[in-house]
């Protein structure tokens, strides 16, 4: 290949369309196609490593920048799930510190070490997806009640009034729910964990990675369940083998958030007249 049909080549165009997509796709194909043209940057590398022509090692370093930010975009996009914008499979669970519960004690993560599996489900008192999905998480736990091998824990990252603590000691004491649940007041437990639905779950494993995420099952209404994703990823997780499906989409209620103001700046002094 001579300089003018290397100087010609569109490599220039294949990097930013490498930006403009990784932009608009999910990040397993936007991790695919920066492979693809990272591939191109390197064989052009490859190309002119033995010319000295200066026009061409400018452009070079220009694709050397751009090949960092590809890596970089890949890196960011392999940090994500396919529906979960803050975890993927495999990823060490954030987990929480001292969030109050119904029992009135502080919990974290950390004391729930003897466990096997942990179950964590982000829920609400006010949801009504939730509130369907209140008798299945009971008889989830119940389920392995024999052993102390698998716990679930329900987390309320709800800023609504009506899920307050008082409100999640009523709705506990009503459904006399066998597992924790907690209060996550300022949501940051839900924000760390990238949920936003409710009901939302996760399935950790011995060492607290996330081997599962999302949806509990394959349908809200509990006569139409046909696959139990969580209590299979739960079954496969206890003896050790593979998951068939470790992501599905969460149903259910928006997390409700409460809205961040940006700051009013100051209004600029008049001088005096």
């Known amino acids: 290949m001579t300089d003018t049909e290397l ?12 930006f403009l997509s990784c932009g608009r796709v999910i990040a397993p194909a936007c991790a695919d196609r920066i492979h693809q043209h990272i591939t191109v940057v390197l064989s052009f590398a490859a190309e002119t490593s033995s010319m000295s022509n200066p026009r061409l090692h400018k452009r070079l370093g220009h694709f050397a920048l751009g090949l960092f930010f590809l890596v970089t975009l890949a890196g960011s996009a392999s940090a994500q799930g396919k529906y979960n914008k803050m975890l993927a499979i495999g990823d060490q669970a954030p987990g929480w510190q001292d969030l109050l519960g119904t029992d009135d004690a502080r919990h974290s993560l950390e004391e729930l070490n003897d466990c096997e599996v942990i179950v964590v489900c982000f829920t609400s008192n006010t949801c009504l997806y939730s509130v369907d999905y209140e008798d299945r998480l009971i008889a989830l736990q119940k389920k392995y009640a024999d052993s102390d091998d ?5 987390i309320n990252s709800n800023a609504v009034k009506a899920d307050d603590l008082d409100h999640m000691k009523e709705r506990a004491g009503e459904k006399k729910f066998p597992f924790l649940y907690l209060r996550d007041d300022d949501q940051s437990v839900a924000r760390t964990w990238g949920a936003i639905y409710t009901p939302e779950f996760f399935v950790l494993n011995r060492k607290r990675q996330v081997v599962y995420m999302g949806a509990m099952d394959d349908s809200t209404n509990p006569d139409g369940v046909m696959t139990r994703y969580v209590e299979l990823a739960v079954d496969a997780t206890l003896i050790h083998s593979d998951i068939e499906h470790t992501e599905t989409a969460a149903r259910g209620c928006a997390i409700r958030m409460p809205r961040r103001r940006k700051p009013v700046p100051d209004p600029i002094s008049q001088p005096d007249r």
């Open 150 to 154: 698998v716990r679930v824990v329900a």
């Open 7 to 18: 100087e010609n080549r569109p490599c220039h165009a294949t990097t930013a369309a490498a």
